[in-house]
């Protein structure tokens, strides 16, 4: 069980930058019941550094921690391994195990800058 902060409930939700999976009304009745959530927020590691775009969303994740709940960064070392299959798109080239793990390993050091990394708020995760 989580302590229930009201006030940071009502910030979080209203702040924007949360994806609508499910409502505002239901994600606050989960905030308010107490329960651990686990919340997720992933990024391909194809560049050696997040982006502006990526603290936004991880300052986002950090508000979920600062109410107790659990983050998994789940980092995309599968799919930069493809890279776009259809060839069209330079900017998403197939990459090597050794540049993803480069890469995964200056996201995972800069996210932890803005979040939590006590083992209870944070999980890192790859989808391979």
């Known amino acids: 069980m989580v302590k229930v902060n009201k006030g940071k409930i009502k910030k979080l939700l209203s702040e924007g930058g949360i994806a609508e ?9 989960k905030l308010s019941s107490g329960k651990k959530l686990v919340v997720k927020f992933g990024a391909d590691p194809t560049r050696p550094d997040l982006h502006l775009g990526h603290a936004v969303a991880l300052r986002k994740m950090r508000e979920f921690q600062d109410l107790g709940h659990k983050v998994v960064f789940l980092i995309g070392d599968a799919t930069c391994k493809i890279g776009d299959p259809t060839g069209k798109d330079k900017t998403r080239p197939m990459m090597t195990e050794a540049e993803i793990r480069k890469n995964a390993a200056t ?18 995760r790859y989808n391979s």
């Not at 499910?22 to 994600?27: A, D, S, T």
Request: aromatic share 4%; proline share 0%.
């Open 21 to 29: 999976i499910i409502g505002k009304k239901e994600l606050e009745k």
């Open 107 to 124: 996201y995972v050091k800069q996210a932890s800058k803005i979040l939590k990394t006590d083992k209870s708020l944070l999980e890192i």
